[in-house]
């Protein structure tokens, strides 16, 4: 069976919802993948998609910079979704009209069926003949183009979604992929299923099955080398390389001293006596400490933080023989940034420090499994190869560390009571069930002092700062309105059980202005 033999092409505009859109096909059981709106239509032929979704898009159909649609993809005769931005060119290039909105409509919205509907039909609530959607947009269509017929309608706009049925060509004015638009995902199984005859093939243990083949056929008996490192992409690769090759893997876990509370321990007990991964510790501990010595500038730490893991990782692969791959943890929403349009928007990449560039005399050939995957479904598929369900729901935390959390100068003390502090925050957020309510929290270690008084005592102590974000997207973020009593409750532990903390602050900051990290 091959897992990927029907499936959907994405064709991305620019909208901020392109990704959710390739996120609700694959929860269906579809393999989809997202390419820019430029991509070459050799290439999109021989990808051979049983249907094309064309998503939104920041732009306006009738700018002449703007993004163009391909109208030979209607010569593919396969089905074509066009949403928002995509409807709108649909609506362009059949000899309709789109013109701008006397209001810029966003948020929700009721559309009603005024016609006979292929792909809406049915959805609609029995009582009230209403469908709740989600709009965002600034254009609308105004004038049909020829062979559709328009669909539904809004109090304020005409035309919401159009078809034309024989060519199965369909367009939405409003977001069916984003939660809001409450039958959203029973429209897209309509058009995967009942237009695009697509079959459900792509499931966790498909999905497992068909990467661990591959893997084999790709790596054979050679020997695999991969930087462990705690996070979820990493250990997620481990499990699945493990399972394909056995003691072929070879893995390097370097323990910074700027980890989480007793994670290095936890790393080797679930990956090395757990599951039997060959695993080799570098405690490098001492090394980071004396590297970081002085040095205050946040820049400046971070490079120090990356080269020296680059170094260190380079060292150990050097002592091992016959390494012939390097398998790393690209994850797809990565491969997606890298291949935006060049005349589309895309997001600024971070670097991780994880995995650096190896030497090229080492040869190392790159594999890179989860390369097809979103984090969701690495995350069930870390959960289906035995992985604890607490490591894979981890909330991220950044390639340098504490590195990041220690304002300024980094020593051994400070990344002890910052270690602690963190661990009883998170205990307390577990404890509570807010963790999974949160998408980043963590501690930050202040060099500052402050007057306490602890039972009789003056203390003249540290501050730690808590901090904990709401996000989707990790580019925007609320602070997280956490109980007062918990918060309460977290600082009375934190002063009580670390002497060396005399107050605990919390921050209020959301993003922008502020960043989620302190450095
Ligand atoms: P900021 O602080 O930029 O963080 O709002 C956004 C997200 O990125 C993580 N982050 C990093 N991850 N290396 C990483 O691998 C880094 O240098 C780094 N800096 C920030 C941060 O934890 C948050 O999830």
Redesign the pocket.
């Known amino acids: 069976m091959n897992i990927k033999n029907n499936k959907i092409l994405i064709l991305d505009f620019g909208s901020q919802f392109t990704q959710l859109i390739a996120r609700r096909v694959r929860e269906l059981g579809v393999y989809c993948e997202v390419w820019p709106w430029d991509v070459d239509f050799a290439l999109i032929k021989e990808f051979n998609p049983k249907g094309i979704v064309l998503s939104g898009g920041p732009e306006s159909v009738h700018l002449d910079d703007g993004p163009q649609l391909d109208g030979r993809i209607f010569d593919l005769k396969i089905p074509v979704l066009g949403i928002c931005y995509g409807m709108q060119a649909i609506a362009h290039h059949f000899g309709g009209s789109v013109v701008p909105s006397d209001e810029k409509e966003f948020g929700y919205a009721q559309v009603e069926l005024t016609n006979k509907s292929g792909l809406l039909q049915g959805l609609f609530d029995k009582e009230q003949g209403f469908l709740d959607v989600w709009m965002s947009h600034g254009d609308k269509v105004d004038v049909m183009p020829q062979g559709f017929v328009a669909t539904s309608k809004t109090a304020t706009a005409p035309i919401t979604s159009f078809e034309n049925g024989d060519a199965q060509i369909y367009g939405l004015q409003f977001h069916a992929e984003v939660e809001h638009t409450t039958q959203g995902r029973k429209i897209f199984e309509r058009f995967l299923f009942g237009i695009c005859a697509c079959e459900k093939l792509w499931k966790t243990d498909n999905i497992i099955q068909t990467h661990i083949k591959s893997i084999k056929n790709q790596a054979g008996n050679d020997k695999v080398l991969l930087g462990l490192s705690g996070g979820v992409d990493s250990s997620v690769v481990a499990a699945l390389l493990h399972q394909a090759i056995g003691d072929n893997l070879v893995c390097v876990f370097v323990d910074t001293g700027l980890l989480r509370y007793k994670e290095g321990d936890q790393v080797m007990q679930t990956m090395a006596d757990d599951m039997d991964i060959n695993v080799i510790r570098v405690n490098a501990q001492q090394m980071y400490y004396d590297a970081l010595k002085g040095e205050s500038d946040p820049e400046k730490k971070?490079k120090i933080i990356g080269g020296l893991f680059i170094k260190i990782f380079e060292e150990e692969a050097r002592k091992l023989d016959n390494v012939k791959w390097l398998a790393q943890g690209t994850i797809y929403p990565d491969v997606i940034e890298s291949a935006a349009s060049k005349t589309g928007k895309s997001h600024v990449i971070?670097?991780?420090?994880?995995v650096g560039g190896l030497p090229a005399d080492m040869n190392l050939k790159l594999l890179e499994p989860l390369r097809d995957l979103f984090k969701d479904e690495v995350r069930k598929m870390g959960v289906a190869l035995g992985l604890p369900k607490a490591m894979v729901y981890r909330h991220?935390?950044?390639?340098?560390g504490l590195g990041?959390r220690i304002l300024g100068e980094v020593k051994q003390k400070y990344a002890q009571i910052l270690a602690k502090a963190d661990h009883i925050f998170i205990t307390e957020l577990v404890k509570w069930d807010l963790y999974d309510k949160t998408s980043?929290a963590f501690a930050v270690f202040l060099p500052v002092k402050s007057v306490g008084v602890v039972g009789d005592a003056r203390r003249y102590q540290y501050v730690i700062a808590l901090r904990a974000v709401e996000t989707i997207d990790?580019?925007t973020?609320r602070w997280a309105h956490l109980p007062y009593e918990f918060l309460e409750h977290v600082s009375t532990r934190i002063i009580n059980e670390i002497d060396k903390v005399s107050r605990v602050v919390y921050d209020i900051s959301s993003?922008p202005p502020?960043?989620?990290?302190?450095e």
């Open positions: 971070r971070k670097s991780h420090h994880n991220p935390f950044p390639g340098p990041v980043q990790f580019m973020a993003k502020a960043t989620i990290e302190w």
